[in-house]
């Protein structure tokens, strides 16, 4: 007797793991669970994969998927959330605003806790001489060094 043979999936599966672990697993935006996760049935095509964990910046990638596949995306590694910036100034003593607000301390100073997912602003300001600004962000460094050499006015 004849017996087709059955058809190809049509669903492909993905294991990965985050370091650290826990991180919640979402797949076009619909939560899957946590890290280390198996996920299975997944429709063949391409789809959005993000990682995010209270702490860590967000990993997103897009996943393109054939049928059949089962493979393994490894260990993603997050990136902490937050950096420092060192700022220093020649002369030293000059006021810092971050982000639009005065720092209490003059430099040289050392901001500890400065959020990575956003842009910065940083003004230096001393008596006698030039403003100096600068505008940066964090993505692909945990910390940033401003050395500043102000000019007299």
Do not use: W
């Not at 702490?55 to 950096?83: F, K, M």
């Not at 001489?129 to 940033?144: H, I, M, N, Q, V």
């Amino acid at each position: 007797p004849y017996s087709p043979s059955p058809p190809a999936s049509r669903h492909a599966s993905r294991r990965l793991d985050s370091e650290p672990t826990g991180a919640d697993g979402n797949i076009d935006s619909e939560l899957k669970g946590s890290t280390p996760l198996h996920l299975k049935d997944l429709p063949t095509g391409s789809m959005k994969l993000l990682l995010s964990k209270p702490g860590y910046l967000r990993h997103s990638q897009t996943l393109s998927l054939e049928e059949g596949e089962a493979r393994s995306l490894g260990t993603i590694r997050l990136e902490d959330l937050y950096g420092e910036v060192s700022i220093n100034s020649t002369p030293p003593g000059a006021s810092v605003y971050f982000d639009g607000d005065l720092i209490p301390p003059k430099t040289p100073v050392t901001l500890r806790n400065v959020p990575r997912d956003r842009n910065h602003s940083v003004r230096i300001v001393r008596d006698g001489y030039r403003d100096c600004e600068a505008s940066f962000e964090l993505r692909g460094t945990s910390s940033k060094k401003y050395d500043v050499v102000l000019e007299k006015d």
